[in-house]
């Protein structure tokens, strides 16, 4: 007969593990295997471990279809290979499930930008300086849309915020330069019109 090392009771024949010391397991949260999947994909990712990364990402959605960071992951994924449309795609059904994704709007708003989309553009970095005001690379993208579009005040506030954040910022200074140029070019079309 064999005896629990923990309790010291009999154990049922032929069993080897005490029913009261070690209960069967419940069942487990969905989403609790989901998030540890995502750790393992975040691991595997800064490993450069992409393809098994993109597995354990696959597994957290398929666990929990509602995980936001498991599609912006993927997005960022697609991205890094160079399949733009997968990515684009990723990140909207990331920001489906968690529209307060800051990163995901900054990275649409971005490729809107760079796409000359400037009304998509527009719209999702403002939600980014309303999610997270402080980014400043939203801020800087932002101020460029706003420069593209001709909101000169716009576009240099923008600026001016991130230099008072970071004095040095080469984008903002470059931001504010070419705000200047093109109020200045406006200013001499205005007076030739006049003439």
């Known amino acids: 007969m064999l005896f629990c090392s923990r309790c010291g009771q009999a154990l049922p024949p032929g069993q080897r593990i005490c029913p009261a ?54 997005g ?53 300086r309303r999610l997270k005001p402080d980014y400043l690379a939203g801020r800087i993208n932002l101020g460029t849309v706003y420069l593209l579009l001709g909101l000169l005040e716009a576009a240099r506030r923008e600026y001016t915020f991130v230099l008072g954040q970071s004095p040095g910022h080469t984008g903002a200074r470059r931001g504010l330069a070419l705000v200047q140029r093109v109020a200045m070019a406006r200013q001499d079309h205005r007076g030739s019109a006049r003439n």
């Open 76 to 128: 960022c994924q697609a991205w890094q290979q160079g399949d733009i449309h997968q990515a684009l795609g990723w990140w909207e059904a990331s920001l489906k499930v968690n529209p307060d994704n800051y990163l995901a709007h900054f990275n649409l708003g971005t490729y809107f930008l760079y796409s000359r989309n400037l009304s998509a553009a527009r719209y999702h970095l403002t939600r980014v």
């Open 21 to 74: 010391c070690y209960p069967e397991p419940g069942p487990s949260d969905p989403r609790q295997e989901a998030h540890l999947c995502l750790l393992l994909g975040n691991f595997s990712w800064t490993r450069h471990r992409s393809a098994l990364a993109g597995l354990f990402y696959r597994a957290a959605l398929d666990l929990d279809p509602d995980n936001w960071e498991a599609c912006f992951n993927l």
